[in-house]
C-alpha cells in the first residue's frame, strides 16, 4: 500500500505501535527490541502530526523501515 491517503496512514502506524505495545506487554518482544523501532515510529507519527502537512514519503520510509525491523524480530 502506498499510503498517499492521510487518514490510512494514521491507523496505519497506530495500527503497528499497538501491535507492538501488545507484543512487548506480553513478552513476545523485549523492551529492547521495541526500543529499535520507537525512533522509526516516532519518524512515522511526525508525518502525520499536522493533517495539512501530512509527508506521504517521509511516512511510507519510515513505516518501510519500520516493517523491515519487525521482520528481522523473527
Not at 487518514?7 to 507484543?23: K, R, S
Amino acid at each position: 500500500r502506498r499510503y498517499t491517503d492521510y487518514v490510512a496512514a494514521e491507523q496505519a502506524i497506530m495500527a503497528v505501535d499497538t501491535l507492538l505495545n501488545g507484543l512487548v506487554n506480553s513478552g513476545q518482544v523485549s523492551e529492547a527490541a521495541a526500543s529499535s523501532l520507537r525512533g522509526q515510529i516516532n519518524t512515522a507519527y511526525a508525518a502525520i502530526d499536522d493533517p495539512n502537512k501530512y509527508q506521504p514519503r517521509k511516512f511510507r520510509r519510515a513505516l518501510g523501515s519500520a516493517v523491515r525491523t519487525i521482520r528481522a524480530l523473527k
